[in-house]
């Protein structure tokens, strides 16, 4: 009969090679810490659904948890195997790759997690929804730089498990240092885009939701990664544009503090053009249009003049570019069909003096109205 270990007990003397032995404990701890987590889950999901965070979490950690303690179990067992057992050395490691790897999906699964949880806490449908554009720029930055960090972290703990791995990174600096330096030239992008999301996230200079004029194109924030950001264009086109650029170009960022915004209509009219009633018809358009209109400014000026007609200009605010945009329109629109029923002669016209003097007429020069006269 075999002689009993800390692996076997009684049962176990009827199986011949300790191998199988040791194989069959594991896959019994194995299933134990398999029942166990099933049972756990549902207490756990039944006291977690009265809080969303402790609900999200475990949604989102479930299915790594569910490999993860049979994988523990039975490397435990593998640990407590005698270290002269054919093949445990590569069945040790085996088992410690495999859960290195289900512990890095387990910390990319939490991450993720996190960010679901802020979204959820920071919703973006919002009328006033700066702070939430904020929070959830800063979070899904950093949670796609901590992502690549845990995913670095996980290959490195796996080359660890290796022996001659282990001297990979003294050697590589001793013997190829020229070498190192070309990749370190080559991932320059790679690193200035992950330390530029780093200040983006930081600093802010823009958000999601935000509208930027980038490359002349006006659009919107739509999606920021770990190393471009995504622009929606007005016409729904995408300007894929490298997190970099935002920190070394200049960019407008129109709902920077907030959304409100001031736009400006220009109009050119004639010198006799009344301006007191063009200034009431703009505040009877404003309160018309009072969706559009957040009643701040609400202004007409005469900003230039020519040697033909005046130009005016109308500054009129709304809650964002969007409404401002067709507030604009709207007023253009409705002041111009007022100066043309109203006051019809005050158009922008040229003035020409077709009758000059008789006297300076020179006398084998035809008058204008002979001129008009049409040819027999």
Not at 37 to 58: D, K
Not at 173 to 188: E, W
Not at 193 to 217: F, K
């Amino acid at each position: 009969m075999p002689t009993e270990t800390a692996l076997n007990g009684d049962w176990l003397a009827f199986v011949p090679w300790p191998e199988l032995r040791t194989l069959l404990v594991a896959v019994i701890a194995a299933a134990l810490a398999s029942l166990f987590f099933g049972t756990l889950l549902r207490l756990l999901a039944r006291f977690s659904g009265a809080l969303p965070f402790a609900h999200v979490l475990l949604q989102s950690t479930r299915d790594p948890l569910r490999w993860l303690l049979p994988l523990l179990a039975m490397q435990l067992v593998l640990n407590a195997a005698p270290d002269n057992m054919a093949l445990i050395g590569e069945a040790r490691r085996l088992a410690a790759l495999v859960t290195i790897g289900v512990f890095t999906w387990l910390g990319l699964r939490a991450v993720g997690a996190v960010q679901r949880i802020v979204v959820l806490y920071n919703p973006v449908d919002t009328a006033d929804n700066l702070q939430a554009r904020r929070i959830q720029t800063q979070t899904r930055v950093l949670v796609r730089i901590l992502s690549v960090f845990v995913v670095i972290f996980g290959f490195s703990t796996m080359l660890m498990t290796f022996p001659a791995a282990r001297q990979f990174g003294t050697s590589l600096l001793a013997s190829a240092g020229l070498a190192g330096l070309a990749v370190g030239f080559a991932a320059k992008p790679v690193l200035g885009n992950l330390i530029a999301g780093l200040q983006i996230a930081l600093t802010q200079p823009i958000r999601l939701d935000d509208v930027v004029i980038v490359e002349n194109e006006w659009g919107r924030i739509e999606e920021i990664t770990g190393s471009y950001v995504v622009v929606r264009i007005w016409d729904d086109r995408r300007l894929v544009v490298p997190l970099q650029w935002f920190i070394e170009n200049p960019f407008q960022n129109w709902t920077r503090q907030t959304s409100s915004i001031t736009g400006s209509v220009f109009f050119w009219v004639d010198y006799a053009t009344p301006l007191e009633p063009l200034r009431q018809e703009l505040t009877r358009l404003c309160q018309e249009a009072r969706h559009l209109w957040d009643e701040r400014v609400n202004v007409l000026q005469v900003v230039d003049t020519s040697d033909r007609a005046i130009q005016l200009r109308v500054l009129v605010s709304s809650p964002d570019s969007s409404r401002n945009w067709d507030l604009r329109c709207y007023i253009r629109e409705n002041l111009i069909t007022f100066i043309s029923n109203r006051y019809p002669d005050h158009l922008p016209r040229l003035r020409a003096n077709l009758h000059g003097s008789e006297d300076a007429a020179p006398r084998n020069t035809p008058t204008a109205d002979a001129q008009r006269q049409p040819p027999v």
